[in-house]
């Protein structure tokens, strides 16, 4: 007689949320409809236990109780004002937690603002203002090593010299080249004793600005000395003032050098500063600072929301007499809100309801059984709905498109992707993955990554292990600004 035993595998449990993903605002920066989002839970063979929204660390918080009785029902409350859970201003990321640790889900709830006024401040600066010019006592250079100088042009923080014609024109017995890919200024010959090179920026629907970069030559004594070359340099050329009123960087660090001769070693050089601060875009100047002993650097913070240059100058030690060099680092300004999108209010905004789902599987990490997922998606030109479709690219083992249906002026669009029962997703080791969708609306497309994540079911008496990946920002990369990806892992609770 044979005996088998015959282990009934748990009941499979399932969580998701539904409700809307997108919160709309007029040009006057004014929510359009009643400005509250209420989402569900969906839930099999488990309960709520809390709801929480991701801090801008990466990690999980229970939700505020400021406009819901309680967070651990099946329903949730997000107002577009609420406090503390939005990053950058633009979106939440809410999590469903239930009674079992490796069943929840987590969805996106977006900001889009009708594009309106509100221009960013626009600046251009020249890594190298002025320079001098180590000559020979009969007119020679020396050398012209540093005698370069970059442009940039800044507009509410970001890099935008790319979007702008740059044209250069040589002061009288001045030559040099302009490289229009670099934006690099690189002067080759100087028949007179100081010169400049004018640099002359335009851009449609936008002033044009007007930069000098000024060279001047400084002769050997008579004895033959080498001539010594002394220079300020901030550790920054531009400052951004956010929205908020908050400086990046805080402040700014001018340091002294000298240079000898033909060498091209810098040494530091302890002289007197002068800093002063500019409020008219630098027309007048105000001495905010000036030393009081020899020093080679200092760090200064700026003194009101109002200043958008600041000067520094180099004096001789001992005294403020005698100049030696001077070097303008701008401080561009944020625009108001509405000034991300493309040509203010005709801008095109693209996106999902649902990022991510997390896919109950047995122990050997296959599908525990047959699902759907639901994946929203939508499309506006402003604030106005427009039609939109999505196209799924390549789809893992078991999982098939169910339906795709398009979205309307009046409707979001509806993506259902089948899970079969004991899919692998190409692997059965393989813990998560995504999937890319393409977004097309007005002859334009976009691609979004919709990632899964396994929840598999543990041996007996060994934890689950989840490995999550996140961005602090939400996963929002903006022109000129970096984001950090950062890794949390689980094991059991």
């Known amino acids: 007689m044979t005996y088998n035993l ?21 040009t006057s920066r004014k929510i359009v409809g009643t400005g509250i989002i ?18 801008s660390d990466g990690t999980f918080a229970a939700f505020p109780t400021t406009n819901n009785a309680s967070i651990n029902g099946n329903t949730l409350e997000v107002h577009h004002d609420e406090s503390n859970i939005w990053l950058n201003d633009k979106i939440a990321i809410i999590k469903l937690v239930t009674n079992d640790n490796d069943v929840y889900d987590i969805t996106q709830i977006n900001k889009i603002y009708d594009g309106a006024a509100g221009n960013s401040t626009v600046a251009a600066v020249l890594t190298n203002e002025n320079h001098v010019l180590a000559v020979k006592s009969d007119g020679t250079v020396r050398s012209w090593v540093g005698a370069s100088t970059e442009i940039h042009i800044y507009e509410g923080g970001n890099d935008v010299t790319s979007q702008w014609t740059i044209s250069k024109a040589d002061g009288t017995g001045l030559t040099g080249t302009y490289n229009t890919s670099t934006h690099v200024y690189t002067p080759s010959s100087l028949s007179v004793d100081n010169s400049y090179a004018d640099f002359t920026c335009t851009r449609t629907g936008y002033s044009t600005i007007t930069k000098r970069y000024t060279i001047t030559k400084q002769y050997a004594g008579a004895d033959g000395e080498d001539a010594v070359i002394y220079e300020v340099v901030p550790d920054v050329y531009s400052m951004n003032l956010s929205e908020a009123g908050v400086f990046t960087p ?42 009081n002993s020899n020093e080679a650097s200092k760090s200064y913070t700026p003194s009101a929301n109002t200043v958008n240059v600041i000067r520094c100058v ?32 005709d801008g095109l905004s693209m996106g999902l309801g649902n990022y991510s789902d997390v896919i109950p599987c047995n122990t050997a990490g296959n599908a525990s059984a047959q699902r759907d997922i639901s994946i929203p998606f939508f499309a506006y030109k402003g604030i106005t709905r427009v039609a939109v479709t999505a196209t799924v690219g390549t789809l893992p083992t078991g999982v098939s498109v169910n339906s795709n249906t398009a979205g309307t002026t009046s409707a979001d669009g509806l993506l259902v992707l089948r899970v079969a029962s004991g899919a692998t997703f190409g692997n059965s080791a393989t813990m998560t993955g995504d999937i890319t969708i393409t977004l097309t609306a007005q002859s334009k497309s976009i691609s979004y990554k919709y990632t899964w994540t396994k929840s598999k079911q543990a041996a007996n008496g060994t934890n689950a292990v989840l490995l999550q990946l996140y961005s602090e920002d939400g996963g929002n990369v903006e022109e000129g600004k970096n984001t950090t990806i950062k890794a949390m892992l689980y094991s059991g609770t």
């Open 6 to 26: 015959v282990t009934m595998a748990s009941e499979l449990k399932y969580a998701g949320i539904t409700g809307e993903n997108t919160f709309l605002y007029d």
């Open 38 to 55: 209420t989402l569900t839970a969906d839930l099999t063979n488990c309960s709520v236990t809390q709801w929480q929204y991701k801090k």
């Open 250 to 291: 805080t402040s700014v660090t001018f340091n002294a050098y000298k240079k000898v001769g033909e060498t091209l070693v810098k040494s530091t050089y302890a002289g007197r500063f002068i800093i002063s601060e500019s409020t008219d875009g630098g027309d007048t100047f105000t001495t905010k600072y000036t030393s």
């Open 314 to 345: 180099l004096y001789a030690a001992g005294g403020t007499t005698q100049q030696l060099d001077d070097q303008s680092v701008v401080i561009t300004k944020d625009g108001k809100k509405g000034t991300d999108g493309h040509n203010g209010s």
